[in-house]
């Protein structure tokens, strides 16, 4: 689903931290102005710093949320793939290559805190964010900045940290970067952000021809 590592400090002219008492009101804010969206569509780019790699990777595509627990997530460029979140799987399917993953979310660790953490956000509730993270906030540029910590050991093996940038006036992230513990960093920018778009339910199914090959077949209950 998507935080540089960078040093924020109260007494940063640039960003404030919140208060303890101001971030309830911050969420209780967010959470009044999402109450009515139900579903997002919007345009992404994102930028990969993989530390195997000595070039960064582009990419663009789109992305579809839909409440309670449906995604879609298309990559375009540099090479096509579709991931899908339906409540209780989710698939990775490539098409050039005709090859895919399928992970069931009850079994899976990283698909079901990716779907988490999306509809975390959707949701705007703090209690449900601070089950797995530590939260700080900050102002910044007429905008509030994220930061969450994970709290489980386990989750913490693959993420370091995570930033989101959200539009105090919409209340919706307008990017989010992540960081892993050996020094990955993706940046993700939202733009062309639609709310409540007509989505169909065959919007988060897919159907794999026959054709494809599901890589992991053999290693679903090894990825807890």
């Known amino acids: ?17 919140i208060s303890a ?7 209780e804010r967010i959470k009044a102005l ?3 969206i139900y579903s997002i569509l919007a345009s992404v780019s994102q930028e990969k710093q993989l530390t195997i790699l000595k070039k960064k990777m582009h990419i663009e595509g789109t992305v579809m949320v839909a409440k309670p627990n449906m995604l ?3 990559i375009l460029k ?15 399917y490539h098409p050039e290559i005709k090859e895919a993953q399928v992970y069931a979310l009850s079994e899976n660790l990283i698909a079901r805190n990716i779907m988490s953490f999306f509809m975390a956000f959707m949701s705007g509730s703090l209690q449900e964010m601070e089950k797995k993270f530590t939260v700080n906030i900050f102002r910044k540029d007429g905008g509030l900045i994220f930061i969450l910590t994970p709290l489980s050991r386990i989750a913490s093996r693959y993420l370091s940290s995570i930033t989101v940038y959200y539009d105090e006036g919409t209340g919706l992230p307008r990017g989010f ?3 892993t513990p050996k020094g990955d960093i993706t940046v993700t920018k939202l733009m062309n952000i639609r709310t409540n778009p007509e989505l169909k339910p065959e919007t988060f199914k897919i159907k ?4 494809v090959w599901i890589t992991n077949k053999f290693k679903q209950n090894n990825t807890q």
């Open 1 to 17: 689903m998507f935080a540089c590592t960078f040093s924020v400090h109260a007494s940063d002219n640039e960003n404030r931290e």
């Open 21 to 27: 008492g101001e971030k309830q009101k911050i969420f």
């Open 34 to 36: 999402q109450k009515d």
């Open 72 to 74: 879609r997530w298309e």
């Open 78 to 92: 540099p090479e096509k793939s579709i991931t899908i979140i339906d409540g209780e799987t989710m698939t990775v």
């Open 177 to 179: 970067e992540t960081t």
């Open 208 to 211: 794999l021809p026959e054709d």
